[in-house]
């Protein structure tokens, strides 16, 4: 069965910091490029970021760049996103997809973790 689950959401502050998780099972993690993509209240589903299949290419909206990383354990079968600085109006589902934006028909999708940011 192919599971994607995600963890790490939560409240936190404005300029706030919070990591991320997505433990994956049931898929070849260390085949597949990974992506995040979050869905704020009452807004379409935006991409965030995307990291190769060994984690040495990383791609991100330009609305993140520079305050959030994201990374791969391949041992561990465990996307991550590191969120820095954050911003009242990043507050939003947070999903793990395969591929590079979820968008294909044999992508993967978890159930999505809640951010957030508000003080």
């Known amino acids: 069965e192919v599971q994607l689950v995600e963890s790490g959401g939560g409240l936190v502050q404005p300029g706030g910091s919070l990591r991320l998780s997505c433990a994956v099972s049931?898929?070849?993690?260390?085949?597949?490029?990974m992506t995040w993509v979050r869905q704020a209240p009452g807004k379409d589903t935006e991409w965030v970021s995307t990291i190769s299949i060994h984690g040495g290419s990383t791609y991100y909206a330009d609305s993140v760049k520079g305050r959030f990383t994201i990374s791969r354990d391949n041992t561990k079968n465990i996307l991550y996103l590191q969120m820095n600085s954050q911003k009242p109006k990043e507050t939003a589902v947070y999903y793990c997809t395969t591929g590079q934006a979820g968008l294909a028909p044999e992508d993967h999708w978890g159930q999505g973790t809640q951010v957030t940011v508000s003080s």
């Open positions: 049931g898929f070849s993690f260390g085949t597949s490029e």
